[in-house]
């Protein structure tokens, strides 16, 4: 079955410092790969996601996450992060009619 | 992308109540979807919503409590049955255009059941 992890659950970094979140998955086929972003009493909003070609993708508001199939990873990652970038990540994996898949989510805490 | 107004926002329901969500999407899209997202959880598909048939409804997920309808491709609503305090969450309706995998979410409908 399909399955997305995230390990951490929670993350600390002071501002102007660097953010990476991980995430691996479990999917047969080659994955479809989302990684969204939910601030406190919002939606969900798409950061980036991964169909095919350059492993290296990149998304809006700085970030950019490298789909590794060798290591079943899709992590995401921000070389300075801002005071706003606290929120909730989920990274997601679609599994087939549209359905996505999500992990747990990383909380990421920024501090001054 | 296309843009969703999921109303309402939140709500303060009794047990035993129902509430209906509604989705509408400012465009013709192929699939829709309804989450949800139980408090401190991540997301759990409940159902596809599909246009002039019934919802194709996930694992531990049933009609009788989760009613939803699509009447045409813009709209949805997604009814929260004979309600308990177990189903306290964010309920969230998603989009899907094309092939490409374009998904929107809406801003979501906070729920508490009292």
């Known amino acids: 079955a399909q399955s997305v992890t995230q390990p951490d659950i929670h993350i600390t970094v002071s501002e102007g410092a660097s953010l990476e979140l991980r995430c691996n998955y479990s999917?047969?086929?080659?994955?479809?790969l989302f990684w969204y972003v939910q601030s406190p009493g919002q939606g969900l909003q798409l950061l980036l996601k991964?169909?095919?070609?350059?492993?290296l993708v990149q998304g809006i508001k700085g970030f950019e996450a490298e789909f590794k199939r060798s290591q079943s990873s899709f992590n995401l990652r921000k070389p300075s992060v801002h005071w706003s970038d606290a929120a909730e990540y989920f990274c997601?994996?679609?599994?087939?009619?549209?359905?996505?898949?999500f992990g747990a989510g990383t909380t990421v805490t920024v501090r001054a | 992308s296309a843009v969703i107004s999921q109303k309402p926002s939140r709500d303060i329901c009794q047990r035993g109540t129902s509430l209906t969500i509604q989705c509408q999407v400012d465009?013709?899209?192929?699939?829709m979807f309804w989450y949800r997202q139980q408090p401190g959880q991540s997301l759990t598909l409940i159902a596809t919503?599909?246009?002039?048939?019934?919802?194709?409804?996930e694992s531990g997920f049933v009609i009788d409590k989760f009613p939803i309808s699509r009447p045409n491709l813009t709209f949805s609503t997604l009814t929260v049955s004979n309600m308990s305090p177990e189903d306290s969450s964010i309920y969230l309706c998603?989009?899907?255009?094309?092939?490409?995998?374009?998904?929107?979410f809406g801003s979501g409908t906070r729920l508490t059941v009292v």
């Open positions: 465009s013709q899209v192929t699939m």
């Open positions: 997601a994996v679609g599994v087939g009619d549209y359905k996505l898949s």
């Open positions: 991964y169909f095919s070609g350059d492993t």
């Open positions: 998603s989009v899907a255009q094309d092939s490409n995998y374009g998904y929107t």
């Open positions: 919503a599909n246009q002039g048939s019934e919802a194709t409804y």
């Open positions: 999917y047969g086929a080659t994955p479809y």
